[in-house]
Each structure stands twice: as structure tokens, then as C-alpha cells.
């Protein structure tokens, strides 16, 4: 999953999700390009960290939690 899709399953920005996604508890991503612009996340483990960091995120009307 690429930022766009983190970005909604926040609720955020998408300026507020890339600093996210760089907290030291946030997965790494699975690819990375060399030039670092693509960056994408395996969704198990982004929703791991949400499970973990963002209770109830599930339960909000979050199309990607049903």
C-alpha cells in the first residue's frame, strides 16, 4: 500500500502521513526506490501498527477497517 492509501486510513494529511511513516515504530516499507520516492508498505503490518498505535481505528467508519 502506497502513502495515499496510509494517508486515509489516518484521517490525515498527506504531508502529516509521510512524517508518520517515518516514526521509528512505524513499519518499514517493503520497496523503496532508489531515489525515494515510492515507498510501499505491507498492509498487515501497517495494520499491525494502527492496531497498536491507533485503537478503535477499526470501528471509526473506516471503509479499510470493515
Known sequence: MG?????AWLGVT???????SR???????WYA???GRVR????AD????????RPGWR???NPAGR
Request: hydrophobic share 45%; aromatic share 14%; proline share 5%.
Open 3 to 7: 502513502i495515499a492509501e496510509i494517508r
Open 23 to 29: 516514526f521509528r515504530d512505524f513499519p518499514a516499507p
Open 59 to 61: 470501528d471509526e467508519g
Open 40 to 43: 510501499l508498505w505491507l498492509r
Open 46 to 53: 501497517v495494520e499491525r501498527w494502527l492496531d497498536t498505535n
Open 33 to 35: 526506490s532508489t531515489d
Open 14 to 20: 498527506t504531508a502529516r502521513a509521510y512524517v508518520i
